[in-house]
């Protein structure tokens, strides 16, 4: 697994979301390399990393990310949310706190949980990926800009960054889909045991941003924090409110 170390400071582990790549936190990472040293990963099949095919499993590579990196803040955006709250829940001595940005332990919505997406937005864009691999991702990328007040700088943002280090496996966004579609991680807040900050879009399409207030409250030394104007992806155009943000929930304790 591909993992880029920059900056100087307590250690920061950023994990991105969905057919992306660590490049994508390019205008949040220049804001925070002053203060954290930075890993910025790539997910299996995405980015640098060289993985083509094989099952995504949040635990392993939670576990392999762990072992590359120091003890340090874990950050963790859409997909990669759940990658750092597993990390959290499972290795509270390496991933140390724990920013979920724009993430739900839940994605889809259920009887109970009716903050979520419907569970065939994900379903279809896989078939999608069988039919038209390039548009059904530029169709995700719209859905995650779309809302923002900033939407149509973000769209191009996101377009700009998608394929600039290849295209991601197929394989591994049907696996990445399959982990948005079935993944149910609540239950599980009340044993975190690092503090987390939750920080939400008020626009987000994809992760409403009650669901993620709803999630914090599960969870026992948690923080929420609500970008008015944001979309799926505020770091790309509300940065520094986001980096300051961190900076503050990191002063608070010694990751």
């Known amino acids: 697994m591909h993992i880029e170390t920059r900056g100087h400071g307590p250690a920061l582990v950023l994990i991105h979301g969905w057919a992306m790549h660590s490049g994508i936190f390019a205008p949040l990472a220049e804001r925070l390399a002053a203060r954290f040293t930075l890993h910025l990963v790539d997910l299996p099949g995405h980015g ?6 094989g099952r995504l499993d949040l635990a392993d590579i939670a576990r392999r990310i762990a072992a590359a990196t120091p ?4 950050l963790g955006w859409s997909l990669g949310g759940l990658v750092a709250l597993q990390a959290a829940l499972a290795q509270p001595w390496q991933a140390r706190g724990l920013v979920m940005l724009c993430a ?22 896989g ?7 390039h548009a059904t991702i530029d169709r995700f990328l719209a859905l995650e800009a779309h809302g923002s007040d900033h ?7 996101l377009r700009e960054h998608v394929f600039e280090r290849g295209e991601p496996a197929p394989q591994v966004l049907h696996e990445g889909l399959r982990l948005l579609d079935e993944c149910d991680l609540r239950e599980r807040l009340p044993e975190l045991a690092v503090p987390s900050l939750w920080i939400a879009g008020r626009r987000d399409r994809l992760v409403h941003w009650q669901a993620m207030q709803a999630a914090a409250t599960l969870a026992a030394d948690a923080r929420f924090l609500r970008i008015d104007g944001g979309g799926h992806a505020p ?5 520094d409110q986001i980096a300051m943000a961190i900076e503050s929930f990191a002063a608070e ?3």
Do not use: I, K, N
């Open 48 to 53: 640098r990393s060289p993985e083509r095919e």
């Open 71 to 74: 003890p340090a803040l874990w």
């Open 104 to 125: 739900s332990p839940r994605f889809v919505a259920g009887p109970d949980w009716p903050q979520g997406v419907d569970g065939s937005v994900f379903r279809q864009f």
């Open 127 to 133: 078939d999608g990926l069988r039919a038209d691999y």
């Open 151 to 157: 939407m149509r700088e973000e769209l191009r943002r």
């Open 235 to 239: 770091f790309l155009t509300h940065q």
């Open 253 to 255: 304790f010694a990751p």
